[in-house]
């Protein structure tokens, strides 16, 4: 679909029946499940095997239960889902989302939906259901928005990750996203980047550094005792405007004087864990960023501009690698790049001149899994403040999007959760709707040239769709990019 | 699956070999012509280090190494990403790869 000629905002919903009915994820080859130790495909007793692992979730998430016997149905989420606002197909009101999976957990798990299935909105368990699932569950991005606005607190993203965990175990994986599962297995990152083109990329990035600034920067790999081990998405070695954001973090932390490296082994900070539901999926990913700082010998393990990371990395870390005893207890554990630069700004340990970006007017997409799914610093809304902190100490220029698109109410960008992925471009098109519309009102009111976001997903997908709704592709930036342009480093 | 001179090649849903050893130039230009891209030098010449990096590296270059080889090569003016988006419009590392006869980049990319 190319996006609509014209923009308003808020956004009035038209609903379309059926309209994502056929918007499906391809699903994981068999070969590709089986190496994950899921069946390769659609066992003959699936109906039993999928109500087990129902059953199974339902006991080990709490969450999960209450979220099936607390909604109301009140429809207070009904317009909240940008895949909904975007693309108008009931099924993604998150409501009707959940209730996919409701009607069968009424009809199984519950006494009044197994002796008057219809008085209660319950329904028998057919390959259907399970088609359905696979295809609406993935147009979900985990983004947790529905949430802010359910009176009860139903996180729709629970739901949507056990259902495609359920889906896994009858061998119905997603493809895009147990494929870069199984690279960080084999080969260490979601790239499949191995360690030799991993090492010529960062001394390429070296002398760009050093072509740029005039100063010998390093972008250590494997170095024993640092201070500092920093792990980032691999999209910030690979993709534009990423790598911006990589070379701006480089920059502020050589400015720091402070020792760190990357990580051959943990060269990946996303975990997609959390997006096929999989806790030991999770906790393999998490591991690995464990071992190498217990091998590096570092006081600190430091995330990048990654969305789900930290999610995952704030909310579980301890839980999946834990104990972290031998990092340094004076500092978070885990800490985000941004506590790290914010900590060096208030303490004026680097020194910025924020006129280096006058050529930006911008403004600031809170990425749903940092906004909704994590917090920053200590304080409560450390995660909306922190980042402005460091935007409106690099920028003289920062206006904020209308309300109702920021902070905890924050679009997705529409390719969260698994969901960047080609053939679910519709469906990332339409999701990315009332982002657009929004950010078209700072730059027709503000005269706003760029979007910063902190999340490698945020930033493929907007650098990606932007040029439909008539902007470049390079009009999203990184964060630390303008960090980076701002810090001095000649002191 | 890709028909090239009454050869039939295995490919994944979005039309990428599923074996690198099959590629030729006749494979190549089948796929742009697909497109409605007729293949020029300048193409081949990304085309061609995409598949001596991925023969070195088993992996398609960042976007960086790429456009600074093709600086080197060609002068810096084209050494950036608009000039790769223009020879390939769905992107250097999607399209270009899928030319090249090179597994698609996955990830947050």
Known sequence: ?491 | MLEVNGRVYPTDEEGYLENISDWSEAIAEAMAAADDIKLSEAHWDILRFLREYYHEYEIAPAVRVLTKAVGRRLGKDKGNSKYLYNLFPDGPGKQACRYAGLPKPTGCV
């Open chain 1, 1 to 491: 679909m190319s996006a609509p000629e014209k923009l308003s905002y808020p956004i009035i919903p038209i609903i379309r029946e059926d309209a994502a009915v056929s918007e499906r994820s391809y699903q994981a080859k068999p070969e590709l499940m089986q190496s994950l130790g899921y069946p390769a495909e659609l066992p003959a007793d699936w109906k039993a095997k999928v109500l087990a692992c129902m059953k199974q979730q339902l006991s080990s998430s709490r969450a999960l239960r209450v979220f099936m016997d607390s909604c109301v149905q009140c429809g207070a989420c009904t317009d909240k889902c940008h895949y909904f606002l975007g693309g108008g197909d009931p099924n993604n009101m998150p409501v009707a989302r959940q209730n996919l999976f409701r009607s069968v957990y009424r009809r199984y798990f519950t006494l009044a939906g197994r002796w008057f299935p219809w008085l209660v909105g319950a329904r028998d368990l057919t390959k259907e259901v399970l088609d359905e699932w696979f295809n609406y569950f993935h147009q979900c991005s985990e983004c947790r928005r529905c949430s802010v606005y359910c009176p009860v607190g139903i996180d729709t993203s629970e739901v949507t990750m056990a259902g495609r965990e359920i889906l896994s175990s009858v061998g119905m994986g997603q493809k895009n996203t147990q494929n870069v599962i199984n690279k960080v297995n084999t080969i260490g990152n979601n790239l499949g980047m191995p360690t030799a083109a991993l090492k010529d990329t960062l001394a390429g990035l070296e002398e760009d550094l050093l072509e740029e600034t005039g100063i010998p920067i390093a972008l250590p790999l494997d170095q024993q005792g640092v201070e500092i081990l920093l792990v980032v998405p691999s999209a910030d070695f690979f993709a534009e405007p990423h790598v911006d954001g990589l070379l701006g973090c480089a920059k502020v932390l050589h400015a720091s004087g402070l020792s760190w490296t990357f990580s051959s082994v943990a060269s990946e900070a996303a975990n997609f864990g959390l997006f096929s539901g999989s806790h030991e999926q999770m906790k393999n990913i998490a591991g690995r960023i464990r071992d190498a700082a217990q091998q590096l010998q570092v006081k600190r393990i430091v995330f990048g501009e990654c969305g789900h990371a930290w999610r995952v990395a704030y909310n579980y870390l301890h839980k999946l690698a834990g104990p972290f005893d031998f990092l340094d207890q004076d500092y978070p554990i885990p800490q985000h790049i941004l506590e790290v630069t914010v900590d060096l700004i208030r303490t004026k340990k680097i020194i910025l001149d924020k006129s280096k970006n006058d050529e930006y007017v911008v403004t600031y997409h809170d990425s749903c899994n940092v906004a909704r799914g994590a917090g920053l610093g200590s304080e409560v809304g450390g995660q909306f403040e922190i980042p402005r902190e460091v935007l409106r100490a690099v920028s003289n220029h920062f206006h904020e999007m209308p309300q109702g698109s920021t902070h905890e109410e924050t679009f997705c960008c529409g390719a969260g959760g698994g969901l960047l992925t080609d053939e679910l471009m519709e469906t990332r098109t339409q999701g990315a709707l009332p982002r657009m519309s929004a950010l078209q009102q700072v730059v027709q009111n503000n005269g706003v040239t760029h979007m910063v976001a902190i999340c490698a997903i945020c930033k493929s997908r907007f650098s990606r769709i932007m040029p439909e709704y008539g902007y470049e592709m390079d009009q999203v930036l990184s964060m630390h990019q303008l960090v980076g342009n701002a810090v001095v480093l000649d002191r």
